[in-house]
């Protein structure tokens, strides 16, 4: 009993960014024995202790690196509950636990609104509440007409319908939350040919990380246009730059995938296929981690492109990692206006906030120091080339899940580090930033101010 009040003494002294942190840990451990558990493994698979807490990692941070192979370890018992815990991981422990706590009837207090604020990014308490179960119900809304959707048309892959279900329920909760993860044993490479899986799986994808309250905000926006209630509402500046920045990005991505593979890898495929393979992987390159072909088969500049794409990211508040759209949109929208002798930033008539300005380019540091830092020690630690490596790192950084093949491969350090990686990522940088950095601290006195050479 005492030793129960010091552990309760100690807990009410962290933070709710501690509390998240700790929560998604107490997910990983939960996690890894569910996914050691034999009843959940094909006959005669031995899963070893750091394979297991990697798909436990990949899973609660719905990257989609596998040390393993999904299909061939785990029977369909262990397919759902890889599912269910991609659910925990790509919707929010938070999320989640508040449906939980609604149904049961439970009062949510402060302290655990302020956790569910942490946990998706938000700057005020108002309507969390109702947030989080708007978010639960369009999730599920999204992947159970995708399922219904996939499984229908797996009907003419399968020769069960129980099969086709499997495939089709899995695939929609992969591609929804951006898990990266697949049971064909190939990812989406057996319809490389069929452009309707292809663009369902697409959609599936955007609406996952294009961010939970560009989604709320729309469907707010269609009900008040179909009622005729709220017709006038305008949407906020966050939905705006998240939106514009995330198309352009696919937008971008698709024709430089051609650009530079048009006389390369698509030298003999028709315009039709050209025209798939480049959106697509400039789609799954935002979170998705899906894919239509083995991307070792690109060009050293397409895989450079694609990393880049994968270390910017999905959106704020969605089911994937990186450095986030709007953050990348900040970033170039300041060096703009500096450049044109602008003091401040303007855009959709609206101006940013000088901490907005200045947390975007602390993330992107950060980012980039903790990306280029692993990136060093992996090309150490690891046998294989440079390219490779980088294309893991920012795979794992923006719980991608993409792959050149090398992550079975990779020493338990490899694994590891990984793992951190791709924590970090689905927890995003600035939880992992106020890890560190502890308590707001005010100064006690200032010195004199001194401009330093700066460029």
């Not at 302290?111 to 999730?139: C, H, P, W, Y």
């Not at 450049?339 to 959709?348: C, D, E």
């Not at 440079?386 to 338990?412: D, H, K, Q, R, Y």
Request: glycine letters at 8%.
């Amino acid at each position: 009993m005492a030793l129960l009040d010091k552990i309760r003494g100690i807990t009410k002294e962290w933070s709710a960014i501690h509390h998240i942190v700790i929560y998604y840990l107490l997910a990983v451990v939960i996690s890894t024995i569910i996914v050691s558990l034999p009843v959940f493994h094909r006959t005669g698979v031995d899963l070893s202790f750091i394979d297991a807490m990697f798909t436990a990692v990949t899973s609660i941070s719905v990257t989609g690196l596998t040390v393993v192979s999904i299909s061939d370890t785990f029977n369909p018992a262990g397919q759902i509950a890889i599912a269910v815990i991609l659910h925990l991981g790509g919707i929010g422990i938070m999320t989640m636990g508040t449906f939980i706590w609604v149904v049961l009837g439970k009062k949510i207090g402060i302290r655990s609104r302020k956790m569910i604020m942490v946990d998706q990014n938000s700057k005020t308490l108002a309507g969390l509440v109702r947030l989080m179960l708007e978010i639960f119900k369009l999730i599920l809304i999204i992947e159970f007409i995708g399922a219904v959707v996939l499984s229908i048309h797996f009907l003419n892959y399968y020769d069960t319908m129980q099969e086709a279900l499997l495939q089709g329920v899995f695939g929609a909760v992969s591609a929804t939350t951006n898990g990266g993860l697949d049971i064909t044993g190939a990812s989406l490479v057996p319809f490389a040919d069929d452009y309707f899986v292809q663009f369902i799986n697409m959609i599936l994808i955007i609406l996952g990380a294009i961010g939970f309250p560009v989604l709320v905000e729309l469907q707010e926006v269609l009900r008040g246009r179909v009622y005729g209630v709220n017709d006038r509402h305008k949407f906020s500046l966050f939905t705006k730059i998240t939106t514009v920045t995330f198309f352009w990005l696919v937008l971008i991505g698709t024709l430089l995938i051609f650009l530079l593979e048009k006389n390369a890898f698509f030298a003999d495929k028709s315009w039709h296929e050209t025209f798939f393979y480049s959106l697509f992987q400039s789609v799954t390159s935002r979170s998705g981690g899906l894919s239509t072909m083995d991307v070792s088969e690109f060009s050293v500049a397409t895989l450079f492109l694609i990393s880049a794409l994968m270390f910017i990211g999905a959106s704020p508040s969605s089911v994937g990692g990186g450095i986030r759209t709007t953050t990348f949109a900040i970033m170039l929208l300041t060096i703009w206006n500096y450049a044109k002798g602008n003091s401040s930033v303007k855009v959709f008539g609206r101006e940013i906030h000088q901490e907005d300005m200045l947390r975007s380019f602390i993330v992107i540091t950060t980012a980039l120091m903790l990306c280029v830092g692993s990136i060093i020690v992996l090309n150490t630690t690891e046998p294989f080339s440079l390219m490779e490596i980088i294309f893991e790192v920012t795979s794992a950084f923006g719980t991608t899940g993409l792959s050149m093949g090398i992550t079975p491969e990779l020493s338990t350090f490899g694994k590891c580090l990984i793992m951190c990686l791709m924590f970090i990522g689905r927890i995003g940088l600035f939880t992992f930033l106020f890890i560190i950095r502890g308590d707001d601290t005010k100064d006690r006195f200032h010195y004199p101010t001194e401009r330093v050479i700066i460029g």
